[in-house]
């Protein structure tokens, strides 16, 4: 379960009358959390029509070859690029010639000389086309080359025959195109990440916030979904797109985010606090805004303590994996080590906010993993390897009893 979810999908759909099951497939597809792109040949599309399938994968079908307004969205080299996976159901004995002749004379052909993914057919066709020689050269020649077969299967034809020539069932290219990927480390997890900066009001125009641009957060949530991992991303106000595949929840104050968590982590296995919360928010918020004095005196702003999200979280939910981030700017590690104590979470991630280059706003950040037990510095990574390494990591942390 769920090592389909996010991947790139393309299925293409040759002629025949086994094409109307493609429906079924991108239904199944689509269930199991993959993105779906669909090929047709033109000989598909006497068969079924291109709007179901439109309908059920949720994106336009695509094709034709050359289509000045698919080559100026996703044209057939993008396409290629796009997908993790290329399976071409049903394959008729007419695309297997021409696959085995290196054809790329049509958009189908085309993708599969064009894609570095791999690409599985799942044969249909009437039992004496399958069996008759040139069929098997052709089938033989693809095999060699890399391209996997699954089918097809014996049974009795649409034309009245029995012998092999089905297509597989749908199910069963779905469990084919499934061990195609490693089982993700986090499959059948929940994770939930707070990101990005609070916002504490003072009055309706103005607020108190931090640096911090999401971008640690938002690249741990990507990482754990290409895990496999169902993830629900709670975050301040940032200016990045909310990644695919993805839970989002949009929070403004230390307050919101709180309430978010306790709705979230409660049925969650992990907790993982990647935002900068502020400490500390005005004590009352104004309901007009502030104006200023005509007087040579500041303004003095009266400060309360923020819940501690991190701690509640521990304190409410005890049977999560919680971890935390600590934003240090002097004794790193004797600050994280402080903080996994204090907070009773099971592993702290600590930077250095003073260097410039990392941390706060930056693409780059540089950490040390700090346990009950251990201290691991990590060099300094991109923001999206570095949170790959870090699920990695998180993955280990058994969930608790
Ligand atoms: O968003 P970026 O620009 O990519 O920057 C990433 C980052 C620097 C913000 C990130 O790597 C980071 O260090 N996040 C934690 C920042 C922080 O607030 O650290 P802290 O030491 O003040 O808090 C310790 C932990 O308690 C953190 O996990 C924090 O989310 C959590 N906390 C803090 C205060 C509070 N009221 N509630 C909390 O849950």
Redo the contacts with the bound molecule.
């Keep these: 379960m769920g090592r389909l979810r996010n991947k790139h999908i393309i299925l293409a759909i040759s002629g025949g009358i086994a094409a109307y099951k493609s429906a079924e497939l991108v239904r199944l597809l689509v269930k199991t959390g993959a993105q779906v792109q669909v090929v047709m040949t033109s000989g598909a599309t006497e068969f079924i029509t291109p709007l179901t399938l439109q309908a059920l994968s949720g994106n336009p079908v695509h094709q034709h070859l050359l289509n000045p307004q698919a080559e100026a969205g996703m044209g057939h080299i993008q396409l290629a690029r796009w997908a993790d996976l290329l399976v071409i159901a049903p394959a008729s004995a007419n695309v297997i010639s021409r696959l085995a002749q290196g054809q790329a004379n049509d958009l189908l052909t085309t993708l599969c000389l064009a894609t570095h993914a791999p690409v599985l057919l799942a044969p249909a066709m009437n039992q004496a086309m399958w069996h008759d020689q040139a069929t098997q050269a052709n089938v033989q020649i693809l095999i060699d080359r890399g391209l996997q077969m699954h089918g097809p299967a014996q049974g009795e034809q649409a034309c009245g025959d029995v012998g092999a020539g089905r297509m597989l069932e749908p199910n069963e290219i779905l469990t084919a195109l499934e061990t195609q990927f490693d089982q993700g480390l986090l499959v059948d997890k929940t994770l939930v990440i707070?990101?990005?900066p609070t916002r504490e009001a003072i009055d309706p125009v103005r607020y108190v916030s931090n640096?911090?641009?999401?971008?640690?957060?938002y690249a741990i949530a990507q990482a754990a979904r290409d895990q496999g991992a169902k993830v629900i991303l709670i975050s301040g106000p940032t200016q990045l797109p909310i990644p695919d595949g993805v839970t989002f929840v949009a929070v403004q104050s230390?307050q919101n985010m709180l309430d978010a968590s306790i709705k979230a982590v409660a049925a969650a296995d992990f907790f993982i606090?990647?935002?900068?919360?502020a400490?500390y928010r005005p004590a009352k918020v104004s309901e007009q805004k502030l104006k200023k004095q005509n007087s040579d005196h500041g303004l003095t702003l009266e400060m309360v303590q923020?819940?501690?999200?991190?701690a509640s979280m521990v304190q409410r939910f005890p049977k999560a994996v919680h971890i935390?981030?600590?934003?240090e700017t002097e004794d790193i590690i004797a600050h994280a080590q402080d903080?996994l104590v204090r907070?009773g979470v099971s592993m702290i991630i600590a930077?250095d906010?003073s260097k410039p280059g990392i941390?706060?706003?930056s693409d780059n950040?540089q950490v040390s993993l700090v346990t009950a037990d251990d201290v691991q510095k990590l060099p300094l990574l991109s923001?999206p390897q570095l949170a790959r390494q870090l699920v990695e990591a998180i993955s280990h942390i058994s969930h608790k009893a």
């Design positions: 707070t990101a990005g640096h911090s641009s999401g971008k640690m957060g230390a606090a990647t935002a900068a919360v400490d923020n819940p501690d999200i991190l935390g981030f600590a934003a903080k907070k930077n906010v941390g706060f706003n950040n923001k």
